[in-house]
Antibody, heavy 119, light 110 residues
């Protein structure tokens, strides 16, 4: 069965860095676009970034462009999000998710990992 | 402030039919497919509707999607207490060249 397991969240000071990982299993990872989607506490969903199966096509939301880097290692069935220059407004649960249809339809989500940016 | 607008709340009684709207523009709903997600409390979102009105396998036919012009709707018939959740529309926006979510609608089953 399809599983997505995020890790790497935690408490970090403003300006700090964090690297999130998402371990995928149960499907042919390299065949799928993957996304990072976040949700601030008590708030709605925000698309952060996505990457094509080959890694050639990448999207970033304006709110994270220049600070976050998405990448993948198809040999390890893993998705990553390198987050630099973290701000308080980046505090959120970060989900990795697998594309299902179009670029907006995702079918499988991880359980999420909480990133807290605070001094 | 999202480029697509949803009412913050909706409510209904068990067995009733409720609709949740998603209003946008020619840059998003007017030219691209609409997707709907359900997020139960404390859980990750779940895809309910894709490409305006298609249901993934396993989603009951009580859930249906429609679109007209620059607005879309999610309808839930035979409302149940376990439908109480947050519902989000999602769409590609041509102006932003990226995917966006609506602000979400909290559905209460009273």
């Amino acid at each position: 069965q399809v599983q997505l397991v995020e890790s790497g969240g935690g408490l970090v000071k403003p300006g700090g860095s964090l690297r999130l990982s998402c371990a995928a299993s149960g499907f042919s990872f390299s065949d799928y676009y993957m996304s990072w989607i976040r949700q601030a506490p008590g708030k709605g969903l925000e698309w952060v970034s996505y990457i094509s199966g080959s890694g050639y096509t990448i999207y970033y939301a304006d709110s994270v462009k220049g600070r976050f880097t998405i990448s993948r290692d198809n040999a390890k069935d893993s998705l990553y999000l390198q987050m630099n220059g973290l701000r308080a407004e980046d505090t959120a649960v970060y989900y990795c998710a697998r594309r299902y249809a179009g670029l907006v339809g995702v079918d499988y989500w991880g359980q999420g990992t909480l990133v807290t940016v605070s001094s | 402030q999202s480029v697509v607008t949803q009412p913050p709340s909706a409510s209904g009684t068990p067995g009733q039919r409720v609709t949740i709207s998603c209003s946008g523009s020619s840059a998003n709903i007017g030219s691209n497919y609409v997707y709907w997600y359900q997020q139960l409390p404390g859980t990750a979102p779940k895809l309910l509707i894709y490409r305006d009105n298609q249901r993934p396998s396993g989603v009951p036919d009580r859930f249906s999607g429609s679109k007209s012009g620059t607005s879309a709707s999610l309808a839930i018939s035979g409302l149940r207490s376990d439908d109480e959740a947050d519902y989000y529309c999602a769409i590609w926006d041509d102006s932003l060249s990226g995917p966006v979510f609506g602000g979400g609608t909290k559905l209460t089953v009273v």
